[in-house]
């Protein structure tokens, strides 16, 4: 496997200067016409290198078959197109800063980052490696566009070499999971697959099948407006209601930037509206069913005390359900988790599971019954101006889906 390392860095730093960000306020699907860029030019890049069944969906995903060349279960490997919104995606200029000399990393268009081992340790063990980081005024987007150049490298090494072993597979580039809209109801029956694994992931070793289980809440406050001049008894401010909620939650505990590890949280994301009528957005977080149950009851709980204490505003709270904990359904089966850790065993890593504290496509995916842990890529920093990755840490994670595809296959 010649110039594996090349071929992961060519891909990798193509993919990343394509402006692929989703959108969460927009109603399309997907979020943005951006995204076809990059689905486009993979169909092309599958159809080139012999890919069977190249489609791009009505929903904007890009699905492909590798043909097998031995019994066993259909696996998917999954990863997403999209960007996060949260940072500057446009006009990302990706670089590769060659055998790693352990020193500071500096910033051509931000003079005032430095990306330094000291911070951020994970570094320090790339030694010798190379990295890739954006320029300094925007993102990379190593997240998830390592995973597509893991995959798209991976698929070309496979069909190149009908002797490399494998059941058939299925391959699945999905758009919008930064904003939780990665899997379409036809996704599931449109993949095909008895399992799959979303190459998302982070630091090496890493093999996740725990994620937050998530609601979102919505509280809207109807108020009594009236004109100011003429209010005395009568106007009823729905912004000093918000803020009576907003404050009688808690603040010290229960809100991401207080828990850590299995604590689950309420989060205010967003409040907008006037006088008359006020919106808030939450989500709610937990591990565990009872606990997530407990936040939104806590929620409807604040409400209703401060809508007694104003009978004439009218505050209602709707609480929907997001994304479940793939735990719940992985540990009556973990064949698919057993699977990759074994493969990363044989490629001499020490497989790790951590709980995600977030969700990924494989959340809505096992919940909807194609069991689908996460698998590392060497992603780190990820969502901002520092993030980076080492091309070494994913031709490991490339091996390890031909690994885990060898496995699956039969005899
Ligand atoms: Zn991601």
Same mark, same amino acid.
């Given at each position: 496997m010649?110039d594996?390392?090349h ?6 730093t ?6 692929s960000?989703s959108?969460?306020?927009?109603p399309s699907?997907p ?9 486009r030019l993979?169909v092309?890049?599958?159809t ?13 995903a ?16 999954l990863?997403?197109?999209d ?9 990302v ?10 020193? &500071? ?5 931000? /003079?005032?980052?430095? !990306? #330094? %081992? +000291? ?6 063990e ?6 890739v980081?954006?320029s300094g ?9 390592a995973?597509v150049?893991?995959l798209?490298?991976?698929?070309e090494?496979l069909?190149?070499d009908p ?6 597979l299925?391959l699945?580039?999905?758009p919008d ?16 697959a ?8 982070g ?11 998530a609601?979102g ?25 918000? &803020?009576?909620?907003?404050?009688t939650? /808690?603040?010290?505990? !229960? #809100? %991401? +930037?207080?828990t ?6 309420i989060?205010a ?7 008359s ?9 937990d ?6 149950e ?5 929620l ?7 809508a007694?204490?104003e009978?004439?505003?009218?505050i209602t ?14 540990d009556?089966?973990?064949?698919p988790?057993e ?24 959340s ?11 698998l590392?890529t060497?992603?780190?920093?990820i969502?901002g101006?520092?993030?980076w990755?080492s091309?070494q ?10 690994e ?8």
């Amino acid at each position: 496997m010649k110039d594996l390392t090349h071929d992961l860095a060519d891909r990798l730093t193509r993919y990343c200067a394509i402006d692929s960000q989703s959108d969460a306020d927009s109603p399309s699907s997907p979020s943005t016409a951006i995204q076809l860029d990059m689905q486009r030019l993979l169909v092309a890049e599958l159809t080139a290198m012999g890919a069977e069944d190249v489609t791009l969906t009505e929903y904007g995903a890009v699905l492909a078959t590798i043909p097998g060349t031995r019994e066993g279960p259909t696996v998917g490997f999954l990863a997403h197109v999209d960007t996060a919104p949260q940072f500057n995606a446009t006009g990302v200029k990706p670089r590769i800063i060659r055998g790693y000399n352990g020193g &500071a990393i500096t910033y051509p268009d931000d /003079p005032g980052l430095s !990306l #330094t %081992p +000291e911070a951020f340790p994970y570094l320090a063990e790339k030694l010798g490696h190379d990295i890739v980081t954006a320029s300094g005024l925007t993102l990379l987007g190593a997240d998830d566009k390592a995973g597509v150049a893991i995959l798209m490298t991976a698929a070309e090494r496979l069909l190149a070499d009908p002797s490399l072993p494998r059941p058939r597979l299925r391959l699945a580039f999905t758009p919008d999971e930064e904003i939780g809209r990665g899997v379409d109801a036809r996704l599931p029956q449109d993949l095909g697959a008895d399992f799959a694994y979303t190459f998302d992931g982070g630091k090496l070793g890493e093999i996740e099948y725990e994620t937050f289980s998530a609601d979102g809440a919505v509280v809207t406050i109807k108020g009594v407006s009236i004109h100011p001049g003429y209010a005395t008894g009568k106007l009823v401010n729905a912004i000093h209601l918000a &803020a009576k909620i907003i404050q009688t939650l /808690p603040q010290v505990t !229960l #809100t %991401p +930037e207080t828990t850590e590890g299995r604590e689950g949280f309420i989060h205010a994301t967003d409040m907008d509206g006037g006088s008359s009528e006020m919106r808030i957005k939450f989500i709610l977080r937990d591990f565990e069913r009872e606990g997530l149950e407990e936040k939104g009851a806590l929620l409807r709980q604040v409400c209703a005390a401060v809508a007694a204490t104003e009978p004439r505003a009218e505050i209602t709270c709707t609480i929907t359900p997001q994304y479940r904990n793939m735990r719940y359904w992985l540990d009556s089966d973990m064949t698919p988790v057993e699977l990759a850790r074994d493969s990363a065993r044989a490629l001499g890593l020490d497989p790790v599971s951590v709980p995600i504290r977030g969700g990924t496509d494989g959340s809505r995916l096992t919940e909807m019954g194609i069991p689908c842990p996460n698998l590392f890529t060497g992603m780190q920093n990820i969502h901002g101006p520092l993030e980076w990755i080492s091309v070494q840490d994913m031709e490991v994670a490339m091996r390890l889906c031909l690994e885990i595809a060898g496995r699956a296959a039969k005899g």
